[in-house]
């Protein structure tokens, strides 16, 4: 079974070619131009993914070697995003599906960031328990087998990748920061600073207080030293990631408690957090659970995930109609 995958529900226009399950090509083409206004601007994404799509696409048939009439479904992102960024992967999907008569696959952005788990050769067995940390969402997923997966929490306010953006933007560093910080955080000392952590029981986050915490301590010290962030940008970085990771994992313990599934697994845009990635691999060791890291290439929005959700649809016959249209947010 070969499944030709389309991802553009934010600022990465992606295609992936998956044959029976196994990912032979993931192409990524990152938008720049937002890099300058310090965050997405939507109508300029669609543009661009409008340009993108097209040369995506071959590279991914190419590299993958590939040809159109050897495509047996074609899937792309449904929901949830940008509503003009998901309107060019979806009426691109939709065009080709009709031009070669072949089933459509609509897929779930937040299932694939989980699904991207099981791209590898080690892949967690179900039930796994994920926590998906990207930069709209923040949610603890149990998965029981591919197609059924179940929130169990997620964020009330700010997702992990915001709480990132936004301290790495008090610091004056540029958008996206959350890679900025983590790489920083490496030559920092996470101990240095400390910074509020929220009580928010059960197995919901919240991250607006961390952002807030960041800022009135940021105001504080500039008042009395204005050199204060350049002096300690490493410091700051890893004492922010140490906190909001501390965050996340705590509440991983509880799901696992909870639970009593031991198999972890982390996934989306912040799941490529060294910080995290490492955290996670000790508290396995520490409590005897088996944890799971994606490769860096499908932590970030990718088409390789949609390839694996789909193919997943594909063995289950879950196929889209033609009039399926695309959705900002979607239950799951
Ligand atoms: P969603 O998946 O919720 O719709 P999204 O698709 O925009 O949102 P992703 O592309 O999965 O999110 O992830 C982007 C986020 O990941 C950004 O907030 C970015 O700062 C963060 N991120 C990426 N790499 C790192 C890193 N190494 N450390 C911390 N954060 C990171
Ligand atoms: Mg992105
Ligand atoms: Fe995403």
Redesign the pocket.
């Known amino acids: 079974i070969t499944i030709l995958a389309i991802e553009s529900?934010?600022?990465?226009t992606s295609a992936s070619v998956c044959v029976d399950g196994k990912i032979l090509s993931n192409k990524i083409a990152t938008q720049k131009i937002h890099e300058q206004y310090g965050g997405?601007v939507p109508e300029l994404a669609s543009r661009v993914h409008i340009q993108n799509i097209v040369p995506v696409v071959d590279a991914a048939l190419k590299e993958a070697h590939t040809a159109m009439n050897d495509i047996d479904a074609i899937a792309f992102t449904q929901a949830?995003?940008l509503i003009g960024s998901l309107l060019v992967g979806t009426q691109f999907a939709k065009s080709l599906a009709l031009a070669l008569n072949k089933p459509l696959i609509s897929v779930h952005?937040?299932q694939a960031?989980v699904l991207a788990n099981l791209i590898t050769e080690q892949k967690p067995e179900f039930p796994f328990l994920c926590l998906t940390?990207?930069?709209?969402?923040t949610q603890i997923v149990v998965a029981r087998s591919p197609l059924e997966l179940e929130v169990i929490g997620e964020t009330i306010d700010d997702?992990a990748?915001?709480a990132?953006?936004k301290t790495?933007k008090l610091l004056g560093l540029p958008y996206?920061?959350?890679?900025l910080?983590?790489k920083h955080a490496r030559a920092g000392n996470p101990h240095a600073f400390t910074f509020a952590e929220p009580q928010i029981p059960g197995l919901n986050f919240s991250f607006s207080g961390v952002k807030t915490s960041v800022l009135y301590f940021l105001q504080k010290q500039t008042k009395e030293n204005p050199s204060f962030i350049d002096q300690n940008l490493d410091d700051l970085c890893a004492s922010i990631?140490y906190t909001i990771v501390n965050i996340l994992l705590k509440k991983v313990r509880k799901a696992v408690e909870k639970t009593k599934i031991t198999s972890v697994c982390i996934a989306?845009?912040?799941s490529?957090?060294?910080g995290?990635r490492n955290a996670l691999t000790e508290m396995g060791q520490k409590y005897g659970w088996k944890t799971y890291v994606p490769e860096f290439q499908y932590?970030?929005?990718n088409a390789g995930m949609i390839a694996i959700t789909a193919y997943h649809k594909f063995l289950a016959k879950e196929f889209a109609t033609l009039d399926i249209s695309p959705s900002a947010r979607a239950e799951w």
Not at 9 to 12: L, M, N, P, T
Not at 176 to 179: F, I, L, R
């Open positions: 529900s934010c600022d990465e997405v949830p995003g952005h937040m960031h940390v990207s930069g709209g969402h997702a990748g915001e990132f953006d790495a996206p920061g959350g890679p910080i983590d990631q989306g845009g912040v490529a957090n060294s995290l932590c970030l929005d």
